[in-house]
């Protein structure tokens, strides 16, 4: 297992490689688990955290949905398409990457999404490659897993190829922080995350948590933050990662900020995480999809707008994409 001190961008990995892992990665917590006592249940109920506001709701009609085709992925370029909540279409080197992928209009314990997806599954072309960030329901949805074609590569976390493995895949790469592994000229490096994991109720930890850096030949680097709180592995990544052209970093789900906090960024977050970045340009994911907490739905994007203006960074840098909206990326300089 790679020295999680170091932080320096090493060799790829085999892609495939069967690996031992340690039983639990409960070591790598940044924080307490946001998981509320009886106490905590009792303010959650007595604050009305859990869902927002019934007032706000009729702002879901409000929510920026513009489903549009695929950008056309030029040689050597890179493009981005929203999906909804953490899921991209990724076009870098020549390969399309999903992120995160929920095609599903429900998943469990959460009420239906309120936007639809926005490219529709018939619509997506070949994918060549998975990236998955940690299991969460609104981050690994079986039922769209299931779609992929068996030998589809997936990049996962430690810990998770064997979920993978027993549905079938059988190019399933997990990887540690700090690793990488590489697919067609494409390398994906797996970064720290401030989060945790757990799919049942026994398996808290069990497996890894984390981002990705997608670089390509061409000199493209995308970073998916994944699910993440605020806190020093954004500079850490800078540092091991100079040059990202693009963020997609998360900035919904934060309310209440006393249990959240610590796994979930809110607006100002993400922009001083940004900043940590020192990427080029953000675009805000993990909002406007799924209702996970007590925030109303569009203030996340207000408050998003507000602090970037207060920080003082140009407008154009800020791709506050909806859903199903696109952007190429710029030629590298």
């Not at 513009?66 to 909540?85: D, F, K, M, S, Y």
């Not at 018939?122 to 994918?127: G, K, R, V």
Request: with cysteine; glycine share 8%.
């Amino acid at each position: 297992m790679t020295d999680q001190s170091e932080r320096t961008v090493g060799a790829p990995r085999p892609q495939g490689e069967h690996r031992t892992w340690p039983r639990s990665f409960a070591d790598r917590l940044t924080d307490p688990l946001p998981m509320p006592g009886l106490r905590d249940l009792v303010r959650l109920a007595r604050e009305c955290a859990v869902r927002p506001p019934a007032s706000s709701m009729k702002d879901v009609a409000k929510l920026p949905v513009e489903p549009g085709p695929l950008p056309h992925a030029a040689p050597g370029g890179a493009a981005v398409t929203w999906a909804g909540h953490a899921s991209w279409v990724l076009r870098i080197g020549g390969l399309t990457v999903l992120t995160d992928p929920v095609w599903s209009r429900r998943i469990p314990g959460t009420p239906a999404r309120i936007t639809p997806v926005g490219v529709p599954w018939s619509l997506l072309p070949t994918i060549d490659a998975v990236v998955v960030s940690h299991n969460h329901y609104d981050h690994l949805d079986a039922p769209t897993v299931k779609r992929l074609p068996r030998e589809t590569p997936c990049f996962v976390p430690a810990g998770l190829a064997a979920w993978f493995r027993r549905r079938g895949f059988s190019r399933v790469t997990e990887l540690d922080w700090w690793e990488a592994a590489e697919l067609d000229g494409v390398r994906f490096d797996f970064v720290p995350a401030h989060h945790w994991s757990r799919r049942t109720l026994t398996d808290t930890c069990r497996s890894l948590w984390g981002g990705w850096v997608l670089s390509d030949d061409a000199g493209h680097r995308i970073y998916f933050a994944g699910d993440t709180g605020y806190g020093r592995f954004f500079k850490d990544i800078a540092r091991a990662h100079p040059g990202i052209d693009l963020a997609l970093l998360p900035i919904g789900a934060y309310a209440p900020r006393w249990m959240l906090g610590p796994v979930h960024t809110d607006p100002e977050e993400a922009v001083r995480a940004f900043q940590d970045l020192g990427a080029a340009a953000m675009a805000p994911m993990h909002w406007a999809t799924f209702l996970l907490s007590g925030e109303p739905p569009l203030e996340p994007l207000t408050r998003l707008r507000s602090a970037w203006d207060a920080a003082g960074l140009p407008r154009s840098a800020l791709w506050d994409l909806p859903v199903g909206g696109s952007r190429v990326l710029p030629g590298p300089s």
